[in-house]
């Protein structure tokens, strides 16, 4: 089933924060956070394997709890690059094929 | 190190045709994935191949479909009888195999099947 972003969508000025969710309805063995702009392909961001792993830059990060079987994507003081569609993808384990969530569309104003 | 390499960026068809879409992986990536995204949603898996086995399709996968990867390098994707809801971004990804898979998947830009 297909993992759930929360919100849909956001509108920030530049310089703030934005966090954006993501849960499934079952266990999950890895999250992997990509970023999409219009008519690109999508980036990669960051995987998270572990329950309660935190990674990331300085900016962006991203934590996993296994237990609430959802992940967090954390903007920190957010640039105009940072605007495009935000998709976590997730993986269950011994299985190869990323099941990618309903996505969330940042907008990022100056 | 070239990225994912799609060809072509853009198709226009016919409903009824066949179309054949090429996919070039990142040197030495064993792993190549093809996934279809439409307007709006999130892409779709449709099958994997690590080395030039297939070991995964999705049920989305109709018989119409059918992907190749014969030497272990780049990957063909031929649609048969297209219809209007095979119109989708066609994206391919690859990864380097890893022990763990915790190997991101990179993916190219995609090609854009418009049915008429």
């Known amino acids: 089933q297909q993992p759930v972003q929360s919100p849909q969508a956001v509108i920030l000025r530049e310089g703030e924060d934005a966090v954006i969710n993501c849960s499934s309805s079952k266990a999950l063995y890895s999250v992997h956070w990509y970023r999409q702009k219009h008519g690109e392909a999508p980036v990669f961001l960051m995987i998270l394997l572990k329950g309660g792993e935190q990674k990331g830059h300085e900016k962006i990060s991203a934590s996993f709890n296994e237990k609430k079987q959802q992940s967090s994507l954390y903007l920190t003081a957010s640039q105009l690059s940072y605007s495009g569609t935000y998709f976590c993808?997730?993986?269950?384990?011994?299985?190869?094929?990323?099941?990618f969530g309903t996505g969330t569309r940042l907008t990022i104003i100056p | 190190d070239t990225g994912v390499s799609q060809d072509p960026r853009h198709k226009i068809t016919k409903r009824g045709q066949n179309v054949t879409f090429r996919c070039d992986p990142i040197?030495?990536?064993?792993?190549l994935y093809w996934y279809r995204q439409t307007l709006g949603q999130g892409p779709e898996f449709l099958t994997y191949f690590q080395n030039e086995a297939q070991l995964e399709k999705s049920r989305l996968l109709s018989d119409r479909f059918s992907a190749e990867r014969p030497k272990g390098s780049f990957s063909t994707l031929e649609i048969q009888r297209t219809e209007q809801g095979d119109s989708a971004m066609y994206l391919c990804a690859s990864s380097p195999e890893g022990w763990d898979s915790n190997q991101p998947q990179h993916f190219g830009d995609g090609t854009r099947l418009s049915i008429l």
């Open positions: 993808g997730t993986k269950d384990f011994g299985n190869e094929k990323l099941t």
């Open positions: 040197s030495e990536h064993n792993r």
